[in-house]
């Protein structure tokens, strides 16, 4: 069973960066598309961003792109968000996710259990 764990949430400010992790156990990583998504209160879960499974790939939602970067570590079974330019629209509650790939939730099996960004000055 894969198992997904994020970290790297906290309070920061607007012009802000900061990068938030997900350690993934379990299952076959290297074979599955990653992506975070994020859901603010009140609102959908919304797509952040996703790499293949062999990073080849990447995709981002125009709300978050040139700000944020995603990668992967396949060998130590990590995945990232990098984000920079941090807004207040960007507080949410951030969501990492493996499994076939694409824009919607519904490609994801396996999710974590959530990390808390807010952009606050």
């Known amino acids: 069973q894969v198992q997904l764990v994020e970290s790297g949430g906290r309070l920061v400010q607007p012009g802000d960066s900061l990068r938030l992790s997900c350690a993934v156990s379990g299952g076959l990583f290297s074979t599955k598309a990653i992506a975070w998504f994020r859901q603010a209160p009140g609102k959908e879960r919304e797509f952040v961003a996703a790499i293949k499974y062999n990073g080849g790939a990447t995709y981002y939602a125009d709300s978050v792109k040139g700000r944020f970067t995603i990668s992967r570590d396949n060998a130590k079974k990590t995945m990232f968000l990098q984000m920079n330019s941090l807004k207040p629209e960007d507080t949410a509650v951030y969501y990492c996710?493996?499994?076939?790939?694409?824009?919607?939730?519904?490609?994801?099996?396996?999710w974590g259990q959530g990390t808390q960004v807010t952009v606050s000055s």
């Open positions: 996710a493996a499994g076939i790939g694409g824009l919607m939730p519904i490609a994801y099996d396996y």
